[in-house]
């Protein structure tokens, strides 16, 4: 088992939001831009191989962010993507992650 399957959906998820909030903050490096948009790719296909998301609901709907991003991350010409969109469904999983996770003070 990989230190990635060891997280939660949520976790996972969560975890790819914050580093898609570093790859839409960091848009005008092109350099980093890129290297983010790897990292957020490679995140959501570990997801994807998760075998406690396999024959779920969750795998189509990786499958289609991954290509949502990706045509955003292309410019949009298939899909008409716009990245800063995605900010609102990534802070979903930031917000319950948060609302339900108990940190110590």
Not at 11 to 20: L, R, S, W
Not at 66 to 81: A, N
Not at 87 to 103: A, Q, R
């Amino acid at each position: 088992m990989s230190s990635w399957q060891r997280f939660s959906f949520i976790e996972q998820m969560a975890n790819i939001a914050v580093e898609f909030h570093r790859m839409i903050r960091w848009k005008n490096n092109p350099h980093q831009f890129e290297a983010l948009f790897y990292r957020v790719i490679d995140l959501i296909v570990l997801t994807i191989e998760d075998p406690k998301n396999k024959n779920t609901h969750r795998i189509k709907e990786l499958c289609r962010l991954k290509s949502i991003i990706i045509d955003g991350y292309l410019g949009g010409k298939e899909f008409k993507t716009n990245l800063e969109d995605l900010t609102k469904y990534f802070d979903s999983f930031l917000e319950y992650y948060y609302n339900t996770k108990k940190f110590k003070k």
